[in-house]
């Protein structure tokens, strides 16, 4: 009986062992190295899907290979709202933002439902290229369709995950929104996993250009591993900007081998059979607005009963 409990005791040992193992070994992926010529070659020991996937993301947007197409207007709900106690990590890959207090989401815009957003990161250069060419900054506002639970929950399912692409181009001028965020890696720049509350204020809708009637769209994958072919991409070519000295601010997270993340962007991936959509024109609603941002309905009615009880007290 205790040979059977040593052997029982050893096998779960050896077992915890192995599933640590895989663990470690599966968050160990990084990005290559930039070449002295400054190209960049793929990233090795990613495995599965990132390999053999044939809806695999970033790709190069170009209008030649795109067919037209016309959507509906985006709604974007409480993205004009004030980013209150949102946690950013430096997670070893890039900066990542949480959504905070936040309850934003958005639908329209061909999507088959309500995306809420779960949180937004950058990579740097961008990884979506436009006519082969590569821009400064790009961020990911990453959303979860609100059928699943959980952002793991919705990426394993086909259009689980919205992702808005945002580019950014280098201007003499820092950009505001993007000072506040740096603002919150001075701590956690060489700090692994480690998360800070952000003590400035900014709205999603700064991190979006002012012309979202136009984008292109395409249904891939996520960028990193596990490159899970369940996102739906919407990608606005209307750059927003940064300044260079905020660029190479970027630069100098530490990534989990303590080593400067000089760039953090996966190099294009063939379109294959895939449809590229270019959106320039929407089905109008009858305010004519090229988007909508909408606060919390349940504050407007609030704000309005208020204003009736008002004006009946002082008649």
Request: with cysteine.
């Amino acid at each position: 009986m205790a040979d059977n409990r040593v052997t029982g005791c050893y096998l779960l040992v050896v077992l915890g062992l192995a599933l640590t193992l895989s663990v470690c070994v599966a968050d160990t992926w990084h990005y290559p190295k930039p070449n002295p010529d400054g190209t960049v070659g793929e990233p090795e020991h990613w495995g599965g899907n990132c390999d053999t996937g044939r809806r695999q993301s970033p790709i190069d947007l170009n209008m030649k290979a795109a067919v037209k197409g016309a959507y509906p207007l985006f709604v974007f709900d409480n993205y004009d709202q004030p980013m209150r106690n949102a946690s950013l990590v430096n997670n070893g890959h890039t900066i990542q933002v949480s959504a905070g207090e936040v309850s934003a989401s958005v639908y329209g815009g061909g999507l088959s439902n309500k995306y809420i957003l779960e949180q937004f990161h950058f990579h740097w250069s961008s990884e979506h290229t436009i006519a082969d060419q590569r821009y400064a900054l790009e961020v990911h506002l990453v959303h979860r369709n609100s059928k699943y639970a959980t952002l793991t929950d919705a990426a394993a399912q086909k259009a689980g995950v919205a992702v808005l692409a945002v580019l950014f181009h280098v201007d003499e001028q820092p950009n505001e929104a993007i000072k506040t965020i740096l603002d919150g890696t001075a701590s956690v720049k060489d700090k692994v996993n480690d998360y800070v509350r952000l003590t400035g204020s900014f709205s999603l809708e700064s991190l979006l250009p002012k012309s979202r009637t136009e984008y292109f769209r395409y249904e891939g994958s996520l960028t990193t591993p596990i490159c899970a072919e369940s996102v739906v991409w919407t990608i606005f070519p209307h750059s927003l900007p940064v300044s260079l000295a905020q660029l190479e601010e970027f630069k100098t997270i530490r990534d989990g081998e303590h080593e400067e993340l000089v760039l953090n962007y996966r190099p294009v991936q063939p379109l294959n059979a895939r449809a590229l959509v270019w959106v320039a024109e929407t089905e109008q609603r009858a305010d004519g607005g090229s988007s909508i941002l909408r606060t919390n309905f349940l504050s407007m009615t609030a704000a309005l009963s208020l204003s009736i009880v008002i004006c009946y007290l002082r008649t």
